[in-house]
């Protein structure tokens, strides 16, 4: 038995040094997760993805990529993968289902792309699906993928989940009919499909209501001798990465550098991939409101804005670029001086030691996505605390506010109130600090990446059996 895990991007990568390429495994929390679950289960693990590098250097250098597990590489024409990619799933699923339907730039070449793309991904899972074998299907990219691997393989174990939100109703509804029936059926395919909250599976349930006009029992749907079970699976972290690496001693001298350049100021601090849906723009409001009616900070506090460049081939992410340094050079001309800089720029990745230096030497992490899944930086945030300090500041719309209660909510829209919490974050007292850091920690220890990846296969293997002993509705 194995385990087939699809998602769009493959957990490798590869680097040519000194005319030598090596392909190394890139230790992503979802990876990590589904190896540790693959080992103890004693299953094999293959991962199935699209490339995005070429046919012969894969054919030539593969055997470099260590043996943990395999990878079956999906080669796509690149004007195929555009119209998949960079269309279908960023500039109209991605947009859709985060709210913003103005953004949504739908064309039917695109639909057809994505069509074709899941279809072509099907038929790799087909080459190398044995019975018995568990498929795990990530993300928006492969909505329609279910449904087709199901009919090569009516008796497959299926499971989908959806890192993105899945949108209400009246929202969803925009799409075309043919793409709105081909997502809802392709999803239906699998015998669970999971979402980050119970919103987002009770949206989906509506959906399908309302659109297949197929009827739910307790977020079960019924299909002849196939059901469909949904549920609410929030992803975390491997919570003990992040709370170990405190006294590396790299992150020590990382964070003592960064502490000695603001050591006579309190450090807001946020991490984000670039992209219209973190609100990075409504931070920067927010900071300035609080710095206009909270004076008293001026020259007392830094806010370190670390983005790090994402689809920057999509118009709308070069245009939210520009708004951002637009808003960085007001703020920093209009209320800095020669000796402070109130906001501190970098549009570059950071690595991991200085990732946890900077969440380590945050007094406030200022996470605000005007619609996020769930949002793991918050909760890196918190689990990287082994000090106990720091206040979380976390928007309401990111699925991680469910379950981390004792961060300060926002609404992102909100800048009055939102630089009002910065004020009041900054002001939090250290015992504070640390009965809420010890709650949101204990929590996430429990309900750590390794949980979630053993809870949704086990809850996979769970609903297959119903096919098996299925009780017409
Ligand atoms: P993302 O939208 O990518 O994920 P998020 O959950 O916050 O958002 O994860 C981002 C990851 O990238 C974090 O692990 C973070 O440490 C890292 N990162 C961000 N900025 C970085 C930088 N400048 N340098 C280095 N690393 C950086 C999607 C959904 C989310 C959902 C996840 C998982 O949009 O809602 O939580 O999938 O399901």
């Not at 900054?426 to 709650?439: K, V």
Request: charged residues 25%; glycine residues 4%.
């Amino acid at each position: 038995m194995k385990i087939i895990t699809v998602s769009y991007r493959l957990p490798l990568s590869i680097k040519t040094q000194n005319r030598k390429t090596t392909i190394t495994q890139s230790a992503g929390g979802l990876a990590t997760a589904i190896l540790s679950y693959s080992e103890k289960s004693e299953a094999d693990l293959t991962w199935v993805g699209v490339a995005d590098f070429e046919e012969n250097t894969w054919e030539k250098n593969k055997d470099s990529f260590p043996k943990t597990f395999d990878v079956e590489p999906v080669f796509l024409d690149k004007k195929l993968n555009k119209n998949f990619y960079n269309i279908f799933s960023n500039s109209v699923l991605w947009a859709l289902f985060h709210y913003f339907p103005s953004f949504v730039e739908y064309n039917d070449e695109a639909f057809e792309a994505y069509v074709a793309a899941n279809a072509i991904v099907a038929q790799k899972i087909n080459e190398i699906y044995e019975p018995g074998d568990i498929v795990w299907i990530h993300d928006y990219h492969f909505l329609g993928l279910a449904k087709l691997v199901r009919e090569y393989h009516p008796d497959a174990k299926i499971g989908f989940f959806l890192h993105i939100p899945f949108p209400n109703f009246e929202i969803f509804r925009i799409l075309p009919n043919k793409a709105k029936r081909y997502i809802l059926e392709g999803i239906l395919g699998a015998n669970l499909a999971g979402f980050h909250t119970w919103d987002n599976a009770i949206h989906f349930t509506e959906c399908v209501e309302k659109i297949l006009g197929l009827p739910q029992r307790s977020f079960l749907f019924s299909q002849d001798s196939h059901h469909t079970k949904v549920g609410s699976f929030p992803i975390s972290i491997d919570f003990d990465k992040f709370y170990d690496a405190y006294n590396r001693d790299n992150v020590v001298a990382l964070r003592d550098e960064i502490n000695g350049l603001y050591q006579d100021k309190k450090i807001i601090f946020s991490v984000d991939r670039l992209d219209y849906t973190k609100g990075i723009n409504n931070r920067l409001y927010a900071f300035e409101r609080f710095l206009e009616k909270y004076p008293e900070w001026k020259e007392k506090v830094v806010f370190l804005l670390v983005i790090v460049p994402s689809r920057e081939e999509i118009g709308k992410y070069g245009e939210r670029k520009k708004i951002i340094e637009l808003n960085v050079g007001r703020i920093n001309g209009a209320m800095g001086n020669y000796k402070w800089t109130p906001v501190v720029y970098q549009y570059q990745a950071v690595d991991f030691d200085r990732l946890i230096a900077l969440y380590t030497s945050a007094h406030v992490a200022l996470i605000s996505p005007v619609r996020d899944g769930m949002n793991l930086v918050a909760k890196e945030y918190v689990a990287s605390r082994q000090d106990k300090r720091g206040v979380l500041i976390l928007s309401s719309m990111a699925g991680a506010a469910k379950e981390l209660q004792e961060a300060i909510t926002i609404n992102p829209f909100d800048t009055e109130l939102t630089g009002d919490k910065i004020a009041l974050a900054l002001n939090m007292s250290e015992e504070e600090q640390e009965r809420r850091m010890e709650r949101m920690q204990k929590y996430l220890k429990k309900h750590d990446v390794f949980k979630w990846a053993t809870h949704f296969l086990s809850e996979t293997e769970a609903a297959h059996k119903q096919d098996t002993n299925a009780v017409p509705l």
